[in-house]
């Protein structure tokens, strides 16, 4: 009940600062807004700062006026720095602009290009000016830098991710080629590229093969021989320090109109991509999203079954080994989760309301701390989908573990926002 009438006093608060503007009018809230620019930073997972404490940051700005979306460079203050690239929007770029992300020096900057099903990775030297491009896809670098190991991400939106409709044309590969698509690892030089581990190495060696092979010949009968489930490997997260990675298989954001049963497993695997474990397994009904790496790298948090109730979801933490899975509160959004790098007690999450909402937790007493109503949707309901009328907060901790940033959409632009921890807790 504490935590309860907590959560409403800070609603009320946070509800009575609301400019004019849209954005609370509170001190610890700095937004970053780009004049003419939809602006969104990478992932939950991935820090927008530069690694040199300079305080500049990465976002992504798309002109909405003429479908194209760039990278910019921040200063501390949001002065633009630089900008470049010109990529034509699509449903991925308004989730997570295009995966920006700074090499460990600062001195590159990775970014995605092309199409989603001719994409492009682009490396951009700051100092320099130039750039190299190589085909494949990323969803954010290595802590480590290169090479850079991801899925396709137009394999997802394919599936019915994003545009709420199974449109097999977006695959960059057909998704019956299991041998030919899952994990790439990427290099620019020398320029490299190679599949590291497929789908169908993953489900030769997953621990549920006949229940899957059983679900892909139920596929076949129903939709012929040449069809099955879509199976696919995707959502690569690296731990702090880059000795591991998790990533899920299956086909979790397939369109309901194939009649797939859900399959979501998160794998974990040292950087090599040997040692492969299932950590989490959230198929065949079990609930339960958004896993990533606690700060401790030892760790997976992220939302799952409820230890107590495996119909129910909850926060929870399992060892990157699938051992010692334990819940760590009662809260069920489905959000964007993440530990505190400076705090192991300290959770920040987001929940998909209108308004939205960004939460701080204290995971040992499971209270609301804080809860900061965000504006996320432009209109009055929420457009299906990954669109211009919509943000993912996606709060995601400075390395330091004094700021958060978050995504907001306060009217027709999205606008990146910074979160002072200290001053939203006081």
């Known amino acids: 009940m504490q935590s309860e009438n907590r959560q ?28 003419d620019r939809w602006c969104v930073h990478s992932y939950y997972t991935v820090s927008p700062y530069a690694p040199d404490g ?57 970014y995605q290009a092309g199409t989603l099903n001719r994409p492009l990775i682009m490396r951009r030297d700051l100092l320099a000016g130039d750039e190299l491009a190589l085909e494949g896809d990323m969803e954010g670098a290595p802590p480590y830098g290169e090479p850079l190991v991801s899925g396709l991400m137009g394999m997802l939106y394919a599936a019915g991710y994003g545009y709420n409709r199974f449109q097999p044309e977006l695959a960059p590969v057909p998704f019956q080629r299991r041998d030919e698509h899952g ?21 030769a060696r997953h621990p549920a093969r006949e229940r899957i092979l059983a679900s892909d010949r139920e596929l076949k009968q129903r939709l012929g021989s040449e069809d ?33 049963p859900k399959l979501s497993y998160i794998f974990t695997a040292d950087r090599e991509l040997r040692d492969l474990h299932l950590a989490v397994d959230l198929s065949y009904g079990r609930p339960g999203v958004h896993w990533s790496w606690h700060p401790d790298g030892e760790h997976l948090v992220g939302y799952g079954p409820d230890p107590g109730d495996s119909s129910r979801m909850c926060l929870a933490q399992v ?20 530990i505190s790098p400076a705090d192991p007690h300290l959770l920040v999450t987001d929940e998909g309301s209108i308004p939205g909402a960004v939460l701080f937790i204290d995971i040992r007493t499971d209270e609301v701390v804080r809860r900061i109503l965000l504006p996320r949707v432009f209109g009055k309901e929420e457009p299906r989908g990954r669109n ?28 990146v926002c910074e979160i002072d921890v200290a001053g939203a807790l006081a």
């Open 8 to 35: 409403s006093e800070n609603a009320q608060s946070v509800k009575q600062h609301f400019s004019v503007a849209g954005l609370p009018e509170a001190p610890y809230l700095k937004p970053y807004p780009v004049k």
């Open 54 to 110: 300079s305080g500049r940051m990465l976002v992504a700005g798309g002109d909405l006026a003429n479908g194209l979306g760039e990278v910019i460079v921040l200063d501390a203050d949001g002065s633009v720095l630089d900008r470049f690239g010109s990529t034509t929007l699509h449903s991925g770029f308004f989730h997570t602009g295009l995966w920006q992300t700074w090499s460990p020096d600062g001195r590159y900057v990775y």
């Open 183 to 203: 994990l790439f690892r990427y290099s620019f030089e020398p320029s490299r590229t190679a599949l590291a581990l497929s789908v169908a190495d993953v489900l």
């Open 228 to 260: 099955g489930l879509t199976l696919m490997c995707y959502c690569v997260r690296w731990s702090p320090d880059g000795s591991r990675l998790l990533f899920y298989f299956g086909n979790h954001c397939v369109h309901g109109s194939r009649e797939e």
């Open 319 to 338: 060892r990157y080994d699938g051992s010692g899975y334990r819940k760590l509160s009662e809260h069920h959004s489905g959000g964007h989760p993440s």
């Open 388 to 415: 211009r009328q919509r943000v993912c907060h996606h709060p995601v901790f400075s390395s330091d573990g004094r700021k958060v940033i978050v995504n907001t959409l306060p009217g027709e632009h999205a606008t």
